[in-house]
């Protein structure tokens, strides 16, 4: 596909249950970024990998979330023991070289939208 | 702190009537700022960037430092301009930070 594809698009959990969240960026993107966005709120960084590093965590809420990027491609979102207050809208986004700050372009996925019951 | 202040939640206007869409910013330094659109069930996406000084459906914002803004205007509102509109500032080398957005619908 041609856009930055993420799964699953909805996702109910019980509390204290773990959850998996993936993104397939664009091919070729090198920098990968997670946000999380509650109800009536903008998107909030949570982190940042460019290729498979995670540069930057700084924004995760908690020990409970945990970002990875092995093979520097998919990515996956994990949150454990999840909490009511981790309902959100999970979205993903990617972006070209150069830096991002130059050019201020993310492409964004549509988002996973997790409710926790 | 970097931070970005959208004062509208909602804002309604009648089609073909100016639009304004405000954004504060709070920076040191020369920001680079950008406008995000989201329409409905659609993803979000890059509106327009500063830098480019483009303009885009319409659409223009001009950076004004004295009043640290970057509003987003439009002389004439169309039907498809109703949107979820977010304004972002970078920060740290790679990282945007968004405001909580202005929903605008324009009233046909």
């Known amino acids: 596909g041609a856009g930055v594809s993420q799964s699953p698009r909805y996702k109910v959990a019980k509390r204290g249950q773990d959850v998996a969240l993936r993104c397939d960026p664009i091919?070729?993107?090198?920098?990968l970024f997670w946000y999380q966005q509650a109800l009536g709120q903008g998107p909030e960084f949570l982190t940042y990998f460019q290729n498979e590093a995670q540069l930057d965590k700084s924004g995760l809420p908690s020990d409970r979330f945990f970002a990875e990027r092995p093979e520097g491609s998919v990515s996956t979102l994990k949150i454990q023991r999840t909490q009511q207050e981790d309902s959100a809208v999970y979205l993903c986004?990617?972006?070209?070289?150069?830096?991002?700050?130059?050019?201020?372009?993310?492409?964004f996925g549509e988002g996973s939208r997790l409710t926790v019951l | 702190a970097q931070r970005v202040t959208q004062p509208e939640k909602l804002l309604s206007v009648f089609k073909g009537a100016p639009v304004e869409l405000k954004c504060n910013y709070s920076?040191?330094?020369?920001?680079?700022l950008f406008w995000y659109v989201q329409y409905s069930r659609q993803r979000l996406q890059l509106l327009l960037r500063h830098i480019s000084r483009e303009s885009i459906k319409g659409f223009t914002a001009d950076l004004n430092k004295g009043e640290t803004s970057f509003h987003l205007k439009k002389p004439f509102a169309q039907e498809e301009d109703s949107a979820m509109y977010y304004c972002?500032?970078?920060?740290?080398?790679?990282?945007?930070?968004f405001g909580t957005g202005t929903r605008l619908t324009i009233i046909p």
């Open positions: 972002a500032l970078p920060f740290g080398n790679e990282k945007l930070t």
């Open positions: 986004a990617s972006s070209p070289p150069p830096r991002l700050a130059a050019t201020g372009e993310l492409f």
């Open positions: 920076y040191s330094g020369s920001p680079e």
């Open positions: 091919s070729g993107h090198v920098s």
